[in-house]
Nanobody
Framework: QVQLVESGGGLVQTGGSLRLSCAAS????????MAWYRRAAGNQRELVAS???????NYADSVKGRFTISRDNAKNTMYLQMNSLKTEDTGVYYC???????????????WGQGTQVTVSS
């Protein structure tokens, strides 16, 4: 099992910045790819950015140049620095983590509880 704790959401004006954090904890699982998803009201959940265990990143076109994903492997914590926020960035942001059980080599996915980001004009 992997436990996830998200933090950092809130209300910000257009052009402002927020930093999200997702801390993963597990007694045995190896944490692999970590990612941020978001869901705006009435829309499906979409990938915002992902980062592999070795630091390879991937971004949705809509956030390239504005958002930066990073991770601290020693702390199993992922961050999303969001700059130049737009109203269309409003939504619930979820972290998703891939974890491997080293005893079985089975891979599992875990979701955080979500944190609200609201960008006002």
């Amino acid at each position: 099992q992997v436990q996830l704790v998200e933090s950092g959401g809130g209300l910000v004006q257009t052009g402002g910045s927020l930093r999200l954090s997702c801390a993963a904890s597990s007694s045995i699982f190896t944490i692999n790819t970590m990612a941020w998803y978001r869901r705006a009201a009435g829309n499906q959940r979409e990938l915002v950015a992902s980062i592999s265990a070795t630091g390879t990143t991937n971004y949705a076109d809509s956030v390239k140049g504005r958002f930066t994903i990073s991770r601290d492997n020693a702390k199993n914590t992922m961050y999303l620095q969001m700059n130049s926020l737009k109203t269309e960035d409003t939504g619930v942001y979820y972290c998703k983590v891939s974890g491997t059980n080293p005893r079985t080599m089975n891979n599992y996915f875990y979701w955080g509880q979500g944190t609200q980001v609201t960008v006002s004009s």
